[in-house]
T-cell receptor, first 116, second 115 residues
Framework: GAVVSQHPSWVICKSGTSVKIECRSL??????MFWYRQFPKQSLMLMAT?????????EQGVEKDKFLINHASLTLSTLTVTSAHPEDSSFYIC????????????FGPGTRLLVL | GQQLNQSPQSMFIQEGEDVSMNCTSS?????WLWYKQDPGEGPVLLIALYKAGELTSNGRLTAQFGITRKDSFLNISASIPSDVGIYFC???????????????FGKGTKLTVNP
């Protein structure tokens, strides 16, 4: 299957700092990427849809000024958690949409964020 | 919005047993995907289904796209300890029913395999 990478895999930061997470599709071009958040023992919660060259579409209840998304190329989307607070601590996972004949989504390995 | 009902929520089985889990929806889906997630990692795609009635295998895994397009099941035969993890179904709703490229996820089935 297609490969999606995320960097960093984990990050610990102080409250008030900003953290950038990168999501890359390594062997295919992804016009659309998705950012999810996952709480312990729960399913994935979609935060936003990231489209190359345009503004991201955020799900209801997700602050767009808090979670900045940039999709600068067909293989890279970034999520920046601005002014992070302890309640932002979570597991963040991206996925990339493979729009071939049979469309599917491939997920990155996730980024564990801990805000102290 | 659309929801997927995934069952069972958890399963405890002995190594060598077969496993079956399923997802149902009240609306029609165009695509069904089955993922496995290990602790601390992202979901890994196991099987993708695109046509009603489609039956697809991947090693010991078999999944089917229900003919009503509102359900799918995943079977695992002769389970082994490394099958442990959380299995998620995901579907892409039909555009005629207001669907988009966004996936709808089930809540997951946690599988425990006793050696």
């Amino acid at each position: 299957g297609a490969v999606v990478s995320q960097h960093p895999s984990w990050v610990i930061c102080k409250s008030g700092t900003s953290v950038k997470i990168e999501c890359r599709s390594l062997d295919f071009q992804a016009t659309t990427m998705f950012w999810y958040r996952q709480f312990p023992k729960q399913s994935l919660m979609l935060m936003a849809t990231s489209n190359e060259g345009s503004k991201a579409t955020y799900e209801q209840g997700v602050e767009k000024d808090k979670f900045l998304i940039n999709h600068a190329s067909l293989t890279l989307s970034t999520l920046t958690v601005t002014s992070a607070h302890p309640e932002d601590s979570s597991f963040y996972i991206c996925s990339a949409r493979w729009a071939g004949v049979q469309e599917t989504q491939y997920f990155g390995p996730g980024t564990r964020l801990l805000v102290l | 919005g659309q929801q997927l009902n995934q069952s069972p929520q958890s399963m405890f089985i002995q190594e060598g047993e077969d496993v079956s889990m399923n997802c149902t929806s009240s609306s029609i889906f165009n695509t069904w995907l089955w993922y496995k997630q290990d602790p601390g990692e992202g979901p890994v795609l196991l099987i993708a289904l695109y046509k009603a009635g489609e039956l697809t295998s991947n090693g010991r895994l078999t999944a089917q796209f229900g003919i009503t397009r509102k359900d799918s099941f995943l079977n695992i035969s002769a389970s082994i300890p490394s099958d442990v993890g959380i299995y998620f179904c995901a579907g892409q709703p039909s555009k005629s029913q207001g669907g988009s490229e966004k996936l709808v996820f089930g809540k997951g089935t946690k599988l425990t395999v006793n050696p």
